[in-house]
């Protein structure tokens, strides 16, 4: 069984601060993607990495994702209130494993005004 | 809204009644999921369907019957269900060839 490790679990900072969240894994993934969840909501995709040491940036959000595909780290610049929520990583294991995500334990990020 | 609708949004229910949640995709998308969210638990697999056939059971207890009738459509019908199964039940919706999940809003249930 795969285990993906993400941290910190809680993340409480000002708002203008900066922040990263990291996920890790002892196998390799063939994709990785990360979610934002609200409460009472359902989790949102917010991007997918696929190829070793790939940058993807989402306005104020930088994913990057390892060169050895097993580990990725979710940057944010100068948060803001309105990115309060829990952020979810998520890996596929192997070709033929699509959508059979394993997800990490999350982090719930409190941004406080 | 993601495409992925769940009803109902909120659920109670004792442990000798019979329910169904109900998940519709609008998306187009040939592979569906039922997951279960738990408080402190990650978020975990129960079921997999790809073009309308079970392709994936995570090991989920009989008290848990999926029914997939066409691509767009999924239940999950609930029987004799025990206090330790409240939870947040959500449906995703996925082409079976892109890795990308897109999830409904959830179906909050409470079993007492």
């Known amino acids: 069984t795969q285990l993906l490790e993400q941290s910190p679990q809680f993340l409480s900072i000002q708002e203008g601060e900066n922040l990263t969240v990291y996920c890790n894994s002892s196998?390799?993934?063939?994709?990785l993607q990360w979610y934002r969840q609200e409460p009472g909501e359902g989790p949102v995709l917010l991007v997918t990495?696929?190829?070793?040491?790939e940058v993807k940036k989402l306005k104020r959000l930088t994913f990057q994702f390892g060169d050895a595909r097993k580990d990725s780290s979710l940057h944010i610049t100068a948060a803001q209130p309105g990115d309060t929520g829990l952020y979810l990583c998520?890996?596929?294991?192997?070709?033929?494993?699509?959508?059979?995500?394993?997800f990490g334990q999350g982090t719930i990020l409190t941004v406080h005004p | 809204e993601t495409g992925v609708t769940q009803t109902p949004r909120h659920l109670v229910m004792g442990m000798t009644n019979k329910k169904s949640l109900k998940c519709e995709q609008h998306?187009?998308?040939?592979?569906m999921y039922w997951y279960k969210q738990s408080a402190k638990k990650p978020l975990e697999l129960m079921f997999v369907?790809?073009?309308?056939?079970?392709?994936e059971n995570n090991s989920v207890p009989s008290r848990f019957s999926p029914e997939c009738p066409n691509s767009s459509h999924l239940f999950l019908h609930l029987h004799t269900l025990q206090p330790e199964d409240s939870a947040l039940y959500l449906c995703?919706?996925?082409?079976?060839?892109?890795?990308?999940?897109?999830f409904g809003q959830g179906t909050r249930l409470t079993v007492v």
């Open positions: 995703a919706s996925s082409q079976v060839s892109a890795p990308q999940a897109f």
């Open positions: 196998s390799v993934f063939s994709s």
């Open positions: 990495v696929v190829t070793g040491g």
């Open positions: 998520a890996g596929e294991y192997g070709g033929t494993s699509y959508g059979k995500l394993t």
């Open positions: 998306l187009g998308h040939n592979a």
């Open positions: 369907y790809n073009f309308k056939e079970q392709t």
